[in-house]
């Protein structure tokens, strides 16, 4: 079983790491402004699959790192990810039974709640000046929601984490 | 925490411990840009070598025969402040960075370079390309920095007209390659064409360096100051290569006229230029 876990934290680590790079890359810099959060999802489907082993403090720890990654405030991201993980674990067996479009929803929520969180923070340190397309992540992370889902089920299936 | 982070310096410690783990994952991000870039550059024409080659030859001719000039002008400066008593001279130092292709928020005008506090840097430093000013550093971690560019919405940066003096402040407009000077009355003398230069006020930018041209004058009947857009004279969004500068004063020792003044080098000059 030692092992298992083992591989199990590789993968997450591995997962969590290539989500990280997916977010700071910057392939075509016209499409910048609809990179998605990738942390987000990649964290919500493992606090989904793997409720026992996952907890708000690992999501705490990952959304300080985020926050460096990034440049934000500390506490920003970690805060934001704490919340999203709580209520993902809290949720975890309705979500699991739910239908992709229903997920879809629970994502979006979850995405707008955190861009809702990182508008006050930003507001807080400079007055209203976040355009548009601030908020164009939150749709196009609803979008790729299915995609990472199968990819990372994939990845668990594969490995054989239970 | 938020808050803390906020209003004091507490947590940089902790910051740059916990960028060890994430410049790693930067530098991956920036691989693939990196890696297209190196191939176009390998995978050029002989002819536009050619073509290159020539042109930058010419340029070094020309820049040759300016710096002749420029030795002269110095020499005769540094009397001419010997005569003023005016015993301050600028000395400069920079250093190469390049940058790291990632985007830390799309709606902010921020870019991560690959020189951070282990060689010195530190916030508030000017950054320059070739071409004119870039911004400024706005957080060094231990192996990389962040850079506020000019066309930040956040950021202001103050600037004279070079033709006349007149001296005003540019914002950052948020869009690539505009700035805003919101502060000019109506009958300013300022006309599309007019070179924007640091005018050294605020103490974060050394005076005399270009920073835009003046492209829109819009003057408002209605209001009291007019639009005026500008645009970075900086490659904001092609260079690679950004310049960290820094400025300070050295006090210049003043010798006999007859003979040439000895200049104190500035400290640590050649271990931080690469």
């Given amino acids: 079983m030692s092992r298992l876990d083992f591989a199990a934290t590789v993968y997450f680590f591995a997962t969590i790491g290539g989500a990280m790079v997916l977010r700071v890359m910057s392939l075509f810099p016209s499409m910048d402004v609809f990179n998605p959060d990738w942390i987000v999802l990649v964290l919500i489907y493992w606090s989904i699959a793997l409720p026992e082993r996952f907890g708000v ?25 704490a919340l999203i993980c709580y209520f993902s674990i809290n949720e975890h067996r309705r979500l699991r039974q739910f239908p992709m479009v229903q997920q879809c929803v629970f ?44 990819v990372l089920r994939y990845i668990r299936v594969m490995a054989r984490i239970v | 925490m938020l808050v803390i982070d906020y209003r004091s310096e507490r947590l940089e410690r902790l910051r740059s411990l916990l960028s060890v783990f994430t410049y790693p994952l930067q530098s991956l991000a ?36 300016k710096l002749l000039k420029f030795a002269a002008l110095e020499k005769e400066n540094t009397r001419l402040r010997m005569l003023l008593e005016n015993s301050f001279q600028l000395g400069e130092q920079v250093l190469v960075a390049e940058l790291v292709s990632v985007k830390l928020a799309p709606y ?10 282990r060689f010195g840097v530190h916030p508030e430093q000017p950054v320059l390309d070739a071409n004119g000013i870039v911004g400024q550093v706005v957080r060094a971690l231990p192996s990389s920095s962040e850079v506020m560019l000019i066309t930040d919405p956040d950021h202001a940066i103050p600037v ?10 540019a914002f950052g407009t948020g869009q690539p390659n505009r700035l805003h000077l919101p502060f000019l009355a109506n009958n300013a003398d300022i006309v599309p064409g007019d070179l924007l230069v640091t005018s050294g006020l605020g103490g974060v ?11 829109k004058f819009e003057a408002r009947p209605d209001k009291s100051f007019a639009n005026i857009y500008a645009t970075p004279k900086a490659e904001l969004d092609k260079s690679r ?17 007859g003979k040439a003044p000895v200049e104190p080098e500035p400290k640590g000059a050649e271990n931080v230029a690469p």
């Fill in chain 1, 57 to 81: 403090f690992s999501a705490w720890s990952i959304g300080l790192l985020t926050d460096v990654l990034t440049g934000r405030l500390l506490g920003q991201y970690a805060l934001i990810y």
């Fill in chain 1, 107 to 150: 994502v979006f929520l979850c995405l707008f709640a955190s861009q809702s969180i990182i508008f006050g923070t930003e507001s807080m340190q400079a007055g209203n000046r976040l355009p548009l397309a601030f908020w164009y992540p939150v749709l196009s992370g609803t979008l790729v929601w299915p995609l990472v889902f199968v």
């Fill in chain 2, 30 to 65: 920036s691989l693939p840009v990196d890696f297209y870039q190196t191939v176009s550059g390998t995978v050029i024409s002989f002819v536009e070598l050619q073509k290159e080659n020539r042109r930058l030859k010419e340029a070094q001719f020309v820049n040759d025969t």
């Fill in chain 2, 108 to 117: 902010e005008h921020t870019v991560v370079v690959n020189k951070g506090s």
């Fill in chain 2, 160 to 169: 004279q007209v070079n033709r006349n003096g007149l001296r005003t402040i």
């Fill in chain 2, 205 to 215: 930018f050394p005076a005399g360096y270009p920073v835009a041209v003046v492209d």
């Fill in chain 2, 241 to 257: 290569e950004f310049l960290i500068v820094w400025s300070h004063s050295t006090p210049v020792v003043l010798g006999e006229p």
